[in-house]
């Protein structure tokens, strides 16, 4: 997927009325993503993604410990503007949604594993309109 079919997908999935909204929820997912993954898994995430999108990455992994609301607080507060930590954390799913479909199975798979239970509860439990991911 390019750039735009990513902004898109996540638009779609959330029901973000511009492309901006989307992409800023997209970016900020990531960031804070990044600050919670150990380094060595967002190199690898980051080359498989566009690089518009790629960028929002860290270039090395935080490894900062945090549970799962904190993260969806991060990101509203990444986001800005009025997004609250629900708002936040539809986004988020939709993000990881979209990831999972864009990175590849291994890839994603790698990625989750580094994440606490929590965060695989939460997070990657649902898509937003409520199907099993």
Same mark, same amino acid.
Request: aromatic share 4%; hydrophobic share 40%; proline share 5%.
């Given at each position: ?15 973000? $009325? $511009?492309?901006?909204?989307? @992409?800023?929820?997209?970016? &900020? ?20 993604? !566009? ?21 969806? =607080?991060?990101? @509203? ?11 936040? =954390?539809?986004?988020? =799913? &939709? ?5 999972? $479909?864009?990175?590849?199975? &291994? ?6 594993? =580094?994440? !606490? @239970? ?9 898509? !937003? ?5």
């Amino acid at each position: 997927m390019q750039e735009q079919e990513i902004v898109a997908a996540v638009r779609e999935l959330t029901g973000l $009325d $511009d492309a901006d909204r989307a @992409a800023d929820a997209t970016r &900020a997912t990531l960031s804070v993503l990044g600050q919670r993954l150990p380094g060595d898994g967002i190199q690898e995430l980051a080359d498989q993604l !566009p690089p518009g999108i790629a960028e929002a990455l860290p270039s090395t992994g935080g490894g900062e410990e945090f549970g799962v609301e904190e993260f969806y =607080r991060r990101v @509203a507060e990444t986001e800005g503007g009025d997004v609250t930590a629900d708002g936040a =954390r539809e986004h988020a =799913r &939709a993000v990881v949604a979209v990831l999972k $479909d864009e990175v590849g199975e &291994a890839t994603f798979d790698g990625l989750v594993s =580094r994440l !606490p @239970a929590d965060y695989q509860e939460d997070l990657l439990s649902t898509a !937003p309109s409520g199907e099993q991911l």
